[in-house]
């Protein structure tokens, strides 16, 4: 059964994706463009937003550099797209943080950057757009987390709990929100080819490119699904084991995830 309401055609849809320059953020902005949405870019790096912006009708796509750190510039960034548009469809928070981390070479600074961009920037989106929403009494809100907010996994001592948080949060947000008419959407994908994940040394399971990953998400948000994770084959694997006892868990952790 799906939890939200469905999506009929984007065609004309205003989205505002936050980390469209690079990887999941990027591919979805292009597969919302090919669409027929109208998409508001926006990232520290504008020069790759204009690259995307130059493939589509200039009318269809808003380059706005911001950073999701600073509430004056997400708040600038929103004035205009309202100021250009009028009102917004919904809101894509891609932007995130990954350092691979472990308990012998765990650093403070780091994950103090890991928790401020995945935790506190999609947090402050959201507040910055859910006035109107709430108001419009539709739209919606969609947050790209992980699969590793599902449980402890090795080397995301600081990565793995700014994804649970989320998890968390958007659970949080569907309850108070699925009643106003505003869609929910729970992103959490497994590993994906990007200029983050390039960082680890370790073989990756049921590794998707980064088209692919959009594609999974552009689908779920059709369907009107709330808890759109992929790829299945290691999503549910993972989903399975948190059900399972600690002492199972993690010998299961150790056989199948060689790090």
Known sequence: MSLNQKINSFLGKKVWVIGASSGIGQATAHA?????AKVAL??????????IKAGY?????LV????????ASLKNAYKTIKDSWGELDLLLYVAGVYEPLRADEFSLEKAKTIIATNVIGPMSACSVV????????????????????????PKALAYGPSKAAMINFCENLYYDLA???????????????TEATAKNDFHMPALITS???AKHIIDGMIAGDFDIHFPKQFSLFLKFLRILPYSIYFFLLKKFVKI
Do not use: H, W
């Open 211 to 213: 088209d692919v990953a």
């Open 64 to 71: 706005i550099g911001c950073d999701v750190l600073d509430e």
């Open 42 to 51: 926006s990232s520290r790096r504008t020069s790759s937003l204009e690259e």
């Open 130 to 153: 859910l006035p109107d929403l709430i108001r419009q009494r539709n739209g919606g809100i969609g947050i790209v987390g992980s699969v590793a907010g599902y449980s402890g996994l």
């Open 32 to 36: 919302l463009l090919k669409l027929g």
């Open 57 to 61: 009708p200039k009318q269809n796509s």
């Open 179 to 193: 009643p106003l008419g505003i869609n929910v959407y729970m992103i959490n994908p497994g590993f994906v080819a």
